[in-house]
């Protein structure tokens, strides 16, 4: 058997876009015999704003329905924190992961950030936060046109990784 390891999925979804990102990536560290949560950060959005998006609103509710957000031993049983960040946000997911240091010492754990067409302007701040926390940052390796089949494989790779990292202890 497979060393364990744990695996955080943290994402920041408006529409559904980036939750495809995060399931996938779950699903390819699941295929590695991970040990997964999978967590919505809330929206940072007061409700006036959230209401005048009909598409956000309607989706909000089965999004806050499915997923609970993060707790505060979730990033300290993680060995892998995967942080997927959508197009357009208010900074939830490096505002999450900023506020990382907080929960227990980050030093040793890998953050694979990711997001739809590997985009360097969303991923730059992800990267930031996650350092600045003491993370280990993987850089995404999502190529191609289907972004979705990329997280999956990504998932995989970073649980790889983790458990060629604690094998080597």
């Not at 997964?36 to 909000?60: F, G, M, V």
């Not at 996650?130 to 289907?146: E, Q, R, Y």
């Not at 979705?148 to 970073?158: E, F, K, M, N």
């Amino acid at each position: 058997m497979a060393d364990p390891v744990n695996v955080l999925v943290v994402f920041y979804s408006r529409y559904g876009a980036t939750e495809r990102l995060a399931l996938a990536a779950g699903l390819g560290a699941i295929q590695e015999e991970a040990n997964i949560r999978l967590r919505r950060l809330a929206d940072r959005a007061d409700d006036a704003t959230i209401a005048a998006d009909a598409p956000w609103a309607a989706s909000l509710a089965r999004l806050q329905r499915d997923y609970v957000t993060p707790r505060p031993a979730d990033p300290v049983w993680a060995d892998l924190i995967i942080l997927a960040t959508p197009a357009r946000s208010d900074g939830e997911v490096e505002g999450y992961v900023a506020s990382l240091p907080e929960c227990g010492p980050m030093a040793g754990k890998l953050a694979g950030p990711l997001a739809a067409g590997n985009d360097a302007g969303l991923l730059r701040g992800v990267y930031a936060a996650a350092a600045c926390a003491g993370l280990l940052v993987a850089p995404s390796a999502i190529a191609g046109d289907d972004a979705v089949t990329g997280a999956r494989l990504h998932g995989r790779s970073l649980v790889r990784a983790v458990r060629a990292l604690k094998n080597r202890h």
